[in-house]
């Protein structure tokens, strides 16, 4: 299937007769209606009823006409944006996240750039660590966020601050009384463990190595794919979980969070880019992260 039989067909839907679509589209009537026949045969289903006039789409034919508007409008928008990179008029930032970092730091991120750069397209995709290191190699974005080291050489690894540790407990447990606790209040509780996901995420890898640096060993009750998920289960009385401390902010009914004592564990958020000089965007793209890092609340600076 390729672009043009999109347009095509989308002519024909639009206009309910092939040679309307056909003098639209500046070519021949019995070329188009078999363009669409062929189109309607590598689908396995028909488009368009030809047995009434006007002609009609089927509902198959319906469903395909609005995806192939969005297919031709994406295509247009991809064309005209890297028309306007080519010409020098405008650039395009790829930056890959961790879903925590939609928590505080990238939504101020985000906002200033496309105040001081409305011409630049900020591509934005959440991805989990090993998959920012395979992207940022093949150059299909430009900056990672990341908790883990992505462990490469030709990539640049930036500190921005370490985020503590909360424990995540539900509102009508015994615990959620306290304002602290050690993991040694936690080792008789079950826990909900976020590592469900085909990869785990640092957090959940530390999750874990906080309950066995205090000589515990967790008591997993339940697994869930992401922190988000995690949350959920706690406020169901499932079990506790610990999480970083940007998650703590807004709703979370069920859900009380208290401060991890003894040795105040955290988690970082590092910045990740290719070590050859940065293009001036991911300069100016890098200088606003830096800057809303340092102005975040409740988190330990890096030096």
């Known amino acids: 299937m390729e672009i043009r039989h999109l347009r095509y067909f989308v002519a024909v839907a639009e206009e309910l007769s092939f040679s309307r679509a056909a003098q639209r589209l500046h070519i021949a009537q019995p070329p188009l209606s078999q363009q669409i026949r062929h ?69 101020p991120v985000v906002r200033r750039f496309h105040r001081d750069h409305p011409g630049v397209a900020l591509q934005l995709f959440e ?18 966020l990341s908790r883990a080291s992505l462990g ?4 640049v690894e930036e500190v921005l601050y370490e985020e503590a540790m909360m424990v995540a407990v539900p509102t ?9 606790v050690l993991v040694a209040d936690l080792a008789p509780e079950p ?17 874990l190595a906080v309950f066995r640096a205090a000589g515990v060993e967790p008591k ?17 009385g499932l079990g506790l979980s610990i999480v970083a401390a940007s998650f703590t902010h807004g709703q979370r009914p069920g859900v009380r969070f208290l401060v991890l004592g003894g040795e105040s564990p955290s988690v970082p958020m590092r910045a990740v880019y290719p070590s ?17 890092a340092a102005s975040l609340s409740g988190v330990a600076h890096a030096a």
């Open 276 to 292: 050859q000089e940065p293009s001036h965007l991911l300069r100016a793209f890098l200088a606003i992260v830096r800057e809303e």
């Open 191 to 207: 826990i909900v463990h976020y590592a469900g996901r085909p990869s785990r995420g640092v957090e959940s890898d530390y999750l």
């Open 127 to 144: 991805m989990l660590y090993e998959e920012q290191a395979s992207a940022l190699l093949d150059r299909r974005i430009h900056l990672g």
């Open 172 to 180: 009508s447990h015994p615990l959620a009384g306290r304002s602290d």
């Open 39 to 107: 189109l309607e045969a590598e689908l396995g289903f028909q488009l368009i009823a030809r047995d009434t006039r006007p002609l009609r789409l089927t509902e198959a034919g319906r469903f395909f006409k609005s995806e192939a508007l969005d297919i031709l409008s994406r295509v247009e928008e991809a064309t005209a944006g890297a028309r306007r990179i080519g010409r020098g008029q405008s650039g395009w930032l790829g930056v890959g996240y961790i879903g925590s970092a939609m928590n505080e730091l990238l939504p």
């Open 220 to 236: 997993i009750a339940v697994e869930a794919k992401n922190v988000e998920s995690a949350l959920g289960l706690v406020a169901a």
């Open 152 to 155: 490469v050489d030709s990539l």
